[in-house]
């Protein structure tokens, strides 16, 4: 099984500063299968990136994802009040089909 | 747009059999599979397993042998079981549209959750 881990555990910042958020892999996943998803209190999760880099509909330009191999990264380039939420990571492939990372919540100062 | 409902028993006695269903609202339903996920505060987000429209299955390896999904009642609705369930089952569960692309699956859609206690 591929375990994810993702750090930090909690990020505050203020609004507009850059939020980089890291994913890391136990073995090596193809970047076309690492997906982001974005949790809002009481809500369920949204997803946000797919493929590793590519934004899902609907979702601000200035959310953005990168990586390879085992590291991958999500970056929200200015921090809005409406960005507070847990992020999770999601690898498909193996065996669970599905992982998902323990989370990062990111909070306005 | 597709809409995911949810609904089923809120509250499941020790050892007895969790049981939910999903309806899939203005989308194809034979397009995608289906999955259920559950989020509990110990666990975080767990992958329980999908199905199709002609009823094929994935599980997760770790519940298999307590899980099964169905399709129905009705064409446009799934079903979860869950039996012999424990305090470690109590989460909330989801149910959401699985979408293939280049031959990886994300979850694009979600339902509104269910929020299930095992007491």
């Known amino acids: 099984e591929i375990v994810l881990t993702q750090s930090p555990g909690t990020l505050s910042l203020s609004p507009g500063e850059r939020a980089t958020l890291s994913c890391r892999a136990s073995?090596?996943?193809?970047?076309?299968?690492l997906a982001w998803y974005q949790q809002k209190p009481g809500q369920a999760p949204r997803l946000i990136i797919y493929?590793?880099?590519t934004r899902a509909t609907g979702i601000a330009d200035r959310f953005s994802g990168s990586g390879s191999g085992t590291d991958f990264t999500l970056t929200i380039s200015r921090l809005e009040p409406e960005d507070v939420a847990v992020y999770y990571c999601q690898q498909y492939g193996n065996s669970p089909l599905f992982t998902f990372g323990p989370g990062t919540k990111v909070d306005i100062k | 747009q597709v809409q995911l409902q949810q609904w089923g028993a809120g509250l499941v006695k020790p050892s007895e059999t969790l049981s939910l269903t999903c309806g899939v609202f203005?989308?194809?339903?034979?397009?995608?599979?289906w999955s259920w996920i559950r989020q509990s505060p110990g666990k975080g987000l767990e992958w329980i397993g999908e199905?199709?429209?002609?009823?094929?299955?994935n599980y997760n390896p770790s519940l298999m042998s307590r899980v099964t999904l169905s399709v129905g009642p009705s064409r446009n609705h799934i079903s979860l079981m869950l039996k012999s369930v424990t305090a470690a089952d109590t989460a909330m569960y989801y149910c959401?549209?699985?979408?293939?692309?280049?031959?990886?699956?994300?979850?694009?859609?979600w339902g509104q959750g269910t929020l299930v206690t095992v007491s």
């Open positions: 199905i199709n429209h002609s009823g094929k299955t």
């Open positions: 073995e090596s996943v193809y970047s076309s299968y």
């Open positions: 203005g989308d194809s339903f034979s397009d995608y599979y």
């Open positions: 493929g590793a880099s």
């Open positions: 959401a549209r699985t979408k293939y692309y280049n031959a990886a699956g994300i979850f694009d859609s």
